[in-house]
């Protein structure tokens, strides 16, 4: 894996982030796109969503939009009760019978002379740790209701909208397995980043807009306000970047098996000319490259944001990697067991392979160089197949018994 992008990989996976509350991100890829001058031009949507526009060449009416989601489960402060405990919603889908006796922290921004151990100088903050002392679902309400008790008492106040995430460390390497307090779905806003990059040092000829996009883990909240207000053209061909649940059972996607092209989700099926092309791109790339591994799976363990595009019309599709401890859950025998760090019984780092994030980035740049050649439907499915019939299987077909 190339140093650059596990640097970027790192970065953004160590940033303090919940639905709603991606502010953090949202000035880290800022931040970035300033350092690119007029290779990235960057602009913030009414929704808060950040497009990152790559233009080398001619403009497209139809381009490529990679998009990928900023947020990941976890608590936003609600107040204070008079014991001192903390109460907050925890957003997003994790089993209640995980978070019961998991420990979280909260993020609090702080000037630059705070101490170095408690710091995220990507973030400039410190953590503040609390254990959960219960968890209840209120009828009526979208959000778990959590309560949780600080454990240091010298620890500075939690304000109303103060995020949270697990009691987790920062992003390690084990072998060829990263782990972090969220992989899902900032890594798929690094593999989008990395994309970018390599489109610059290869001063490719193309067009492509980085979607990242607010809210996924509560209803893909930022993507349906892109497709209700037209804010990418109606034609774009839409690739959704996630990491999706790996599976150990047989048929399912494995770890260290290569990024996945992705047919589907719970609710349906994507684009499948689309989902073809990019199965392609995948395909030449393994005929170069005997070493080079991909999978093709349905992944229905959840919904996505490519099917709210598909649903508005957009020409879309989805790549992924496999994900291990999804939402953070852990659970005996399944992947991720044992490979990152715990912040309770049922609560440890998400996981994913170096390997299958470095394949996806491959992916990626082989359909960008080539969406040009792409055709909407099954159009070149069926070229392709009425010249073979023609030239290969006419004469023998109709030939005299």
């Not at 953590?127 to 209840?136: E, H, I, P, R």
């Not at 103060?162 to 009691?167: F, I, V």
């Not at 782990?179 to 001063?203: P, Q």
């Not at 990418?232 to 290569?258: F, N």
């Amino acid at each position: 894996m190339k140093s650059k992008h596990l640097e970027i990989l790192k970065a953004l996976c160590n940033l303090p982030t919940a639905p709603y509350c991606e502010q953090h991100v949202i000035a880290w890829l800022l931040a970035w796109a300033r350092q690119q001058g007029k290779q990235i031009s960057v602009r913030r949507d009414r929704a808060g969503n950040v497009h990152l526009e790559y233009v080398r060449g001619a403009r497209s009416k139809t381009p490529l939009v990679i998009e990928a989601h900023m947020d990941h489960p976890g608590f936003v402060v609600k107040g204070r009760k008079r014991d001192g405990t903390i109460v907050a919603d925890f957003r997003g889908t994790v089993k209640p019978s995980h978070i019961k006796g998991g420990r979280a922290k909260f993020w609090v921004e702080e000037t630059r002379n705070a101490k170095r151990e408690t710091r995220n100088d990507e973030a400039g903050g410190r953590w503040v740790v609390a254990d959960v002392l219960d968890v209840k679902s209120i009828h009526g309400r979208k959000f778990l209701d959590v309560r949780l008790k600080v454990r240091d008492k010298k620890a500075p106040p939690l304000p109303p909208g103060t995020l949270g995430m697990w009691d987790l460390p920062d992003a390690a390497v084990k072998g060829e397995i990263f782990s972090a307090r969220v992989c899902d779905d900032l890594g798929g806003v690094a593999a989008m980043i990395c994309l970018l990059e390599e489109l610059i040092a290869r001063k490719t000829q193309t067009h492509v807009i980085g979607l990242c996009s607010r809210a996924e883990e509560v209803a893909f909240a930022g993507v349906l306000a892109v497709c209700e207000n037209g804010w990418i053209p109606k034609g774009s061909r839409v690739i959704g970047l996630e990491t999706s649940k790996a599976s150990a059972a047989s048929g399912g996607a494995a770890q260290g098996g290569g990024a996945v092209v992705r047919v589907g989700d719970r609710i349906g099926i994507f684009s499948a000319g689309l989902t073809h092309f990019i199965s392609q791109a995948a395909g030449h790339i393994s005929d170069d490259d005997s070493s080079f591994k991909y999978q093709r799976r349905l992944m229905d363990g959840g919904t996505c944001n490519s099917t709210a595009f598909l649903a508005w019309g957009y020409d879309s599709a989805a790549m992924c990697v496999a994900l291990g401890n999804y939402h953070n859950q852990t659970v005996k025998g399944e992947i991720g067991w044992g490979d990152g760090a715990k912040a309770g019984p049922g609560i440890a780092s998400e996981t994913i392979h170096l390997g299958d994030f470095e394949g996806m980035v491959r992916i990626l740049i082989q359909v960008a160089e080539t969406i040009g050649k792409y055709k909407p439907g099954f159009g070149a499915v069926r070229e392709r197949f009425a010249k073979m019939h023609r030239e290969e299987q006419v004469a023998l077909l109709y030939a005299k018994s």
